[in-house]
């Protein structure tokens, strides 16, 4: 399966408030450590973060990255997209070569 998934935090951090800059990267790059660290072939752009892998071991990459965001804030805020295509592997790759090759061959 590819999932991609986006998280960030809200609100004040039961820890305290934090500088009032309204910027996430820090909650992101926790996240992000995480998918990382997973071993799960990944990908992130500006908006995703896309994991590749079996559907327990993504959704537990996911659940990890989330509690992570979550010391950032009060809430958080998580949108998934998944492609569940059984015995499939190497998509988060091949998807976009098939396209490049069509924009390529213009069909």
């Known amino acids: 399966m590819l999932l991609a998934f986006s998280v960030a935090p809200s609100g004040t951090p039961a820890g305290g408030s934090r500088p009032t800059d309204a910027?996430?990267?820090d909650a992101v790059a926790a996240a992000v450590r995480i998918v990382r660290e997973s071993g799960l072939p990944n990908q992130t752009?500006?908006?995703?973060?896309t994991i590749?892998?079996?559907w327990d071991e993504v959704f537990d990459v996911v659940k990890r990255a989330t509690e992570a965001v979550g010391k950032f804030g009060s809430r958080v805020s998580l949108v998934i997209k998944a492609d569940i295509r059984p015995g499939y592997k190497g998509e988060l790759s091949a998807k976009v070569d098939r396209l490049e090759g069509a924009l390529v061959d213009g069909s």
């Open 23 to 25: 910027s996430v990267h």
């Open 45 to 49: 752009d500006s908006m995703f973060t």
């Open 52 to 54: 590749e892998g079996e």
